[in-house]
């Protein structure tokens, strides 16, 4: 029996174009890699929004009040977090809720630690489906907390309904989200093409990851990393582009590659600010305020559920 990436991968070869959902990226080699990207030089994102969060973070406690819940959609982020609970007055309850339940339970053990009397009480589930949160505490709002643009990575109509169900769990509080913004072609075609190949590793992990856990037989040197902006779409394409003609086996199917063809691994979409709040908007929300860097770069939504 294949597991869902087999089922996923398999049908994304044997369709034209080719293309399969990033959330594969991540097991624990994938995410490991991850990790590292948000380290790198061209990679601003992530040091991007830490700053903003580091200097907003008391505006953003006084919008949320005292005794507030916070439910964070993913728990890939401690550090962004603990930004949040050190600022908000007296935070009543944590909610992470993340597919991986050992990465929640990890989480959950080290804001415990450092929190002494939050409420921790992850929640092991796929938050793009419908899910269920525990009762309101009484004590406080309910904000929502999907930082580092990941909303980015689905399609747009996924985007919209993940929207809408937050706005629906959220109802009386307000999501605080990550968005990063358009921008010059040059800086993130950079952040997607880092000089030591951290990106391009991730990528191919996942070609890698099917030989370990499917079988398969992708030869890793005869692929390359293709990530470009295509500005139209107001998005980063991540490909893998096969450099020869070949074919590749996987559950005893064989599947033909033309020099030059690819597989669509990722999209990254960017933002206006305008953009998304209409985005917000048509989920149900009302935007509030936004805080950005300096130049730009990347954008923390208030929006009001
Ligand atoms: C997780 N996500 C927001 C990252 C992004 O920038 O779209 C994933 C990533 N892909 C390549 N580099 C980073």
């Not at 044997?14 to 991850?34: N, V």
Request: overall charge neutral; hydrophobic content about 45%; some cysteine.
């Amino acid at each position: 029996m294949l597991s869902a990436f087999g089922r996923d991968l398999q049908a994304a070869l044997a369709t034209r174009p080719r293309s399969i959902s990033p959330k594969y990226f991540y097991d624990a080699e994938g995410s490991r890699l991850f990790d590292r990207i948000c380290e790198l030089p061209e990679y601003y994102p992530t040091r991007t929004e830490l700053g903003i969060l580091g200097r907003s973070a008391g505006e953003m406690a006084a919008l949320a009040g005292p005794g507030a819940e916070i439910v964070e959609f993913g728990a890939g982020s401690l550090h962004k977090v603990r930004l949040l609970l050190q600022a908000f007055d007296a935070p009543a309850r944590y909610v992470p809720i993340d597919i991986s339940g050992e990465h929640l339970r990890d989480s959950a053990a080290v804001l415990r630690g450092a929190f002494a009397g939050l409420d921790v009480q992850p929640v092991v589930a796929d938050y793009t489906q419908s899910l269920q949160l525990p009762p309101a505490t009484g004590r406080g709002r309910r904000i929502g907390f999907f930082p580092g643009s990941t909303l980015g990575n689905f399609t747009p109509d996924e985007a919209l309904g993940f929207l809408r169900h937050a706005a629906d769990l959220l109802r009386g509080g307000a999501l605080l989200l990550g968005a990063d913004l358009v921008k010059d072609p040059h800086v993130l075609h950079a952040a997607y093409n880092d000089a030591q190949g951290v990106t391009a590793a991730f990528n191919l992990n996942l070609l890698a990851r099917a030989n370990r856990e499917l079988g398969a037989n992708f030869a890793l040197p005869q692929f390359a990393h293709y990530a470009f902006y295509n500005a139209p779409l107001q998005r980063i394409e991540m490909h893998l582009l096969s450099r020869v003609r070949q074919s590749v086996s996987l559950a005893g199917e064989r599947f033909a590659f033309e020099e030059g063809e690819t597989l669509h691994t990722e999209n990254s979409y960017k933002f206006t600010l305008d953009g998304l709040r209409g985005l917000a908007q048509r989920a149900g929300f009302r935007p509030g305020p936004v805080w950005t860097d300096p130049d730009r770069l990347f954008s923390v939504h208030w929006l009001h559920a």
